[in-house]
C-alpha cells in the first residue's frame, strides 16, 4: 500500500483565499484523522471520521474550516477564507481502528500551508 | 484533563548514551500510551506503545517505563544513535474502541557523535 496520501505537499496562498486539502486513506482503514502541527501548539486534532461519518469537529478552530468524507478513500479540509494564522503544516492519518486490533495512526507526509 | 505534559522541550544526548522523555497525564480513563516518533518533513510514526496493566515495555533500544499510580509514563533510548534524531511524541488515547489520542508537545532529540 502506497501510505496515507495528501495533497498538495506545499500550499501558499494569499489571506482570504479559499484552500482545500486532500486526503487518501490506506484502503480498509475505518477512521480517518485531520491534524494541524505548528510550533506554538504542536499537533492538535482537528476532526475525525469513522466510516465516513464525522465523529469528533471539537477541534476544528472555528467556522472558516470544514471538512468532508463523501467516501472511504477521499476527504477534503477546507478552510474558507484563509488567514495567515492558519499557516501550519496539516496531517491526516488513518487507522483501522479497534475492529482491526489496533489505535495505531499512520500518517500521511502532510501539507505544509502558507498564508500570505 | 485531557493534556499530556511532555518534558523536556528538547534533548541533546550523545552517541551512546541513554536519552530519557518523561510524560504526565491527568486523565484515569486514558488506557493506552504510544509514542510516536517525527523526522524532519514527514509524518509521524508509532514507535512503542503500551497499556497500564504492565510496568515496562521493551522493544530494540526503545523502552517504555509505565507508573500507573503516579500517572506518568517515560521514553528510554538506549545507545542512542545519530539516526535517533528526530522529534518524539507522548499520547494518550482512552481505548475502549475511542480513537482520539491526545498528543504531548513534543521533545526534539538531537544525538551527537
Known amino acids: 500500500d502506497a501510505g496515507v496520501i495528501q495533497s498538495p505537499r506545499h500550499e501558499v496562498t494569499e489571506m482570504g483565499q479559499e484552500v482545500t486539502l486532500r486526503c487518501k486513506p490506506i484502503?480498509?482503514?475505518?477512521?480517518l484523522f485531520w491534524y494541524r502541527q505548528t510550533m506554538m501548539r504542536g499537533l492538535e486534532l482537528l476532526i475525525y471520521f469513522n466510516n465516513n461519518v464525522p465523529i469528533d469537529d471539537s477541534g476544528m478552530p472555528e467556522d472558516r474550516f470544514s471538512a468532508k468524507m463523501p467516501n472511504a478513500s477521499f476527504s477534503t479540509l477546507k478552510i474558507q477564507p484563509s488567514e495567515p494564522r492558519d499557516s501550519a503544516v496539516y496531517f491526516c492519518?488513518?487507522?483501522?481502528?479497534?475492529?482491526?486490533?489496533?489505535?495505531?495512526?499512520?500518517f500521511g507526509p502532510g501539507t505544509r500551508l502558507t498564508v500570505t | 484533563q485531557q493534556q499530556v505534559k511532555q518534558s523536556p522541550q528538547s534533548l541533546i544526548v550523545q552517541k551512546g548514551g541513554i536519552s530519557i522523555i518523561n510524560c504526565a497525564y491527568e486523565?484515569?480513563?486514558?488506557?493506552?500510551f504510544p509514542w510516536y516518533q517525527q523526522f524532519p518533513g514527514k509524518g509521524p510514526a508509532l514507535l512503542i506503545a503500551i497499556r497500564p496493566d504492565v510496568s515496562e515495555k521493551k522493544e530494540g533500544r526503545f523502552t517504555i517505563s509505565f507508573n500507573k499510580s503516579a500517572k506518568q509514563f517515560s521514553l528510554h533510548i538506549m545507545d542512542s544513535q545519530p539516526g535517533d534524531s528526530a522529534t518524539y511524541f507522548c499520547a494518550a488515547s482512552r481505548g475502549g474502541g475511542y480513537q482520539k489520542v491526545t498528543f504531548g508537545t513534543g521533545t526534539k532529540l538531537q544525538v551527537i557523535p
Open positions: 492519518a488513518s487507522s483501522l481502528g479497534l475492529a482491526g486490533g489496533s489505535y495505531e495512526q499512520y
Open positions: 486523565n484515569t480513563a486514558f488506557d493506552y
Open positions: 484502503s480498509g482503514h475505518d477512521y
